[in-house]
């Protein structure tokens, strides 16, 4: 964006110290709190919904709703009380908050935060230490946060350590564990939860029952109140307890989401950024934004300029997973389908295709919460049994989470058919705790005394090979892992212009020739959304006299003998992943390729540097784009002599 000016003007914020020995809220601090909640909500509105109208989401309900605390603690911390002045929060993309917060204690210009989530703005969709001015803490994934600000309080004895908790944070079973932890070694830590009773996908209050975050933790020990977070001299009056005491403390806090906005109160879409014309509407209502209403009203998403050779269309598979087990699940009587499939969702129906299983199939849907690790051995307690199928899914950040749960799954031979979406850094504003990078991790297990150890990890390339996936290996047993990416994909073309997959079968553990390299001629090795770059610059490789051929690795940790032994012929191989080059498949597909005889030069690239924001640029930073590709082709030929 061109503006330079920042349309709210920031410096409006009134100064207030509030006296943690005031038993009520005085007048004066009440009014010019009520003036900066209001125009640090106007803010976060403004340009959260600004990052979602140019393509690149916000998450404007969260942050939208905590400003009221995050307003009288700040206030506490300038009238002098013992507080670290760091506004911990466990939900990372209410990162607004922070990036607002940033502003107003001056660490960097208003103007920045016009440039939210943009690619290399600095300003990504969950906090990172050390990447953007004001920021203290890297806040992870959901719900991550508590235990370690329990060992920020041990290193500040004296002082009160803040964390922003959520309703949704709260779900995941680190924090039991640290409000145990808490409890038991006296910490002044106070965590302030907004129980706004929604998450991604609905409403914790209905499809949860008996949730109740003050009888949780009270059970843990914490002491643990309830205020209703609009009402300012309540909450004032909450907090102030909270803060008068070095003990634990919980305050559960109150309010519907986006109070007070019309078209986004109480609604589950808020969670994101507001949509447009509920952002414009919102402004237009408040008066004097102008500058701001036309900023949103002609902002658009920016389209990636790139192109690829080799390829066409798009496909997106991670929606298409539910559509596909449909078909499945159609052909099956209700009273087999009640016996044999449980799907388990994590709040993550939308972005994982399983909306499409609970419209079609409720009967066998199974609404989670957001509790990866329950969630993964609910599926395999299900799946414990011959002929019963536990299907799972969630993003492939959270695989990292699960490892014990798939080590005990493997123990006890369940069948679970693990769908990982967002996988790699493809179009990842969330960026780098988001990453979906160490899915190697899952192919941990030892052969049983009966056999082979059946966990199988699969990346397919299209929409068409990812179809002809899923309906092959769902009735297998044992542990399936499937992956795909945010980004939608293209059809990967075979020499012959048409759709290289279009029909063609899928056979686990088969390994595909996508271009043959002459006589001579090395190898590159890829699956997932680095296939199709990968083609195009093989493609470019030949057009400029380079022999390279191209092979997919749709079933990611088999061998392929017949494979590997063509490619153990080669002068040089080289693998290209969207995930880790530290733990993915290059770092070990060396070894493989020297047991087969292999006796060329070797390489692998992946993701191998934190992210830089932004969507289709994510690819290109980490070297993965077909420039990247080429280059690292160019390197093996040139230090293999045949250049």
Request: overall charge negative; charged content about 20%.
């Amino acid at each position: 964006m061109t503006q330079n000016v920042f349309p709210i003007d920031l410096k409006q914020l009134k100064p207030v110290q509030l006296d943690l020995s005031a038993p009520t809220l005085p007048d004066d601090a009440k009014a010019a709190l009520l003036h900066n909640i209001q125009l640090c909500r106007d803010a976060i509105v403004f340009f959260t919904a600004l990052g979602g109208a140019k393509g690149l989401a916000g998450h404007t309900g969260g942050a939208y709703d905590t400003v009221p605390e995050v307003m009288i603690v700040r206030a506490l911390i300038a009238g002098g009380a013992a507080i670290v002045p760091v506004f911990y929060d466990e939900a990372g993309h209410r990162v607004a908050t922070q990036y607002l917060l940033s502003v107003l204690d001056g660490h960097m210009p208003a103007e920045r935060l016009l440039h939210y989530r943009e690619f290399e703005s600095g300003l990504p969709g969950h906090p990172e230490k050390r990447l953007t001015p004001g920021v203290q803490f890297s806040s992870g994934r959901l719900g991550h946060l508590w235990a370690f600000c329990n060992g920020v309080a041990m290193a500040n004895p004296g002082a009160a350590i803040v964390v922003l908790g959520s309703d949704g944070a709260q779900m995941e079973g680190d924090d039991a564990e640290a409000a145990r932890f808490a409890v038991a070694h006296g910490l002044n830590i106070k965590v302030l939860i907004d129980d706004n009773n929604v998450t991604i996908t609905g409403h914790p209050q209905e499809y949860m029952p008996g949730y109740d975050l003050t009888r949780t933790l009270a059970g843990y020990g914490v002491t643990t109140e309830t205020t209703m977070g609009e009402d300012l001299d309540a909450l004032y009056v909450d907090l102030r307890r909270a803060f008068s005491s070095p003990a634990p403390h919980a305050l559960v806090i109150k309010r519907r989401m986006a109070p007070g906005i019309e078209g986004g109160e109480g609604d589950i879409h808020s969670h994101d950024a507001l949509k447009k014309d509920i952002a414009v509407a919102y402004l237009e209502k408040r008066g004097g934004y102008d500058a701001a209403i036309e900023l949103l009203k002609t902002a658009k998403p920016e389209k990636s300029p790139l192109t690829y050779r080799g390829s066409s269309g798009e496909g997106k598979n991670r929606d298409d997973f539910g559509k596909i087990i449909n078909e499945m699940l159609d052909g099956m009587d209700e009273a087999t389908r009640l016996a044999s499939v449980r799907v388990f969702d994590n709040d993550l129906e939308g972005s994982c295709g399983l909306q499409h299983i609970r419209k079609a199939h409720p009967e066998v849907f199974v609404r989670g919460g957001i509790m990866e690790r329950g969630n993964y051995s609910a599926a395999a307690g299900f799946g414990s049994s011959k002929g019963r199928q536990g299907i799972y899914a969630t993003f492939s950040a959270f695989l990292e989470m699960v490892i014990s749960e798939v080590t005990m799954a493997r123990l006890n031979f369940s069948n679970v058919l693990a769908h990982f979406s967002h996988s790699g850094v493809d179009e990842m504003a969330d960026n780098t705790c988001h990453f979906g990078i160490n899915s190697m991790f899952a192919d941990g297990g030892l052969d049983p005394r009966e056999g082979k150890d059946t966990t199988r990890l699969y990346f397919p390339a299209d929409q068409h090979q990812f179809a002809a996936c899923v309906k092959r290996i769902f009735p297998d047993p044992g542990l399936r892992f499937l992956f795909t990416t945010r980004a939608t994909v293209p059809d990967i073309l075979g020499e012959d212009g048409r759709p290289f997959y279009q029909g063609r079968p899928f056979e686990p553990g088969v390994d595909d020739l996508v271009r043959e390299a002459g006589a001579g001629g090395g190898y590159v090795v890829a699956f997932g959304e680095a296939l199709y770059r990968a083609l195009d610059a093989v493609i470019g490789c030949r057009e400029n006299g380079l022999d390279a051929g191209l092979v997919n690795k749709a079933t990611v940790n088999t061998v392929d003998a017949e494979m590997m032994d063509r490619l153990a012929k080669a002068p040089w191989v080289l693998v290209v992943e969207g995930w880790n080059v530290k733990t993915g498949l290059g770092s070990r597909f060396g070894s493989l390729l020297l047991r087969h005889g292999f006796k060329g030069r070797y390489d692998h690239i992946g993701t191998h540097t934190e992210g830089s924001g932004g969507l289709w640029q994510q690819m290109g930073h980490q070297g993965l784009d077909p420039k990247g590709i080429a280059a690292a082709i160019g390197g093996l030929i040139e230090t293999s002599g045949l250049s």
